[in-house]
Nanobody, 112 residues
Framework: QVDVVESGGGLVQPGGSLTLSCTTSRSVFRDNVMGWYRQAPGKQRDLVASITTRGAPYYADSFQGRFAITRDNAKNTVYLQMNSLKPEDTAVYYC??????WGQGTQVTVSS
């Protein structure tokens, strides 16, 4: 079974930045759209952004302008650059790939 592996979460102050990374196998990555979801405590898991195999990004309304999704096909890795972070961005961030199971996620905590 192929999985995704997320990394890059942590504790950051309001206004700060973080970059999340997600990697999977080459064959899966090459052929699939990739994305990021997040889930705050007591809330549903929501789409943050996705990116096609050709690199075209899509952002949910709340994240346009502050977050940027990119992919490096040579490294089988998708990134989520998060800027101007707010306390309400605190959540577990999950990498999404339609060909794999959900990963364990990576915790992002925005707090002073």
């Amino acid at each position: 079974q192929v999985d995704v592996v997320e990394s890059g979460g942590g504790l950051v102050q309001p206004g700060g930045s973080l970059t999340l990374s997600c990697t999977t196998s080459r064959s899966v990555f090459r052929d699939n759209v990739m994305g990021w979801y997040r889930q705050a405590p007591g809330k549903q898991r929501d789409l943050v952004a996705s990116i096609t195999t050709r690199g075209a990004p899509y952002y949910a309304d709340s994240f346009q302008g502050r977050f940027a999704i990119t992919r490096d096909n040579a490294k089988n890795t998708v990134y989520l650059q998060m800027n101007s972070l707010k306390p309400e961005d605190t959540a577990v961030y999950y990498c999404y790939c339609p060909a794999t199971s959900w990963g364990q996620g990576t915790q992002v905590t925005v707090s002073s």
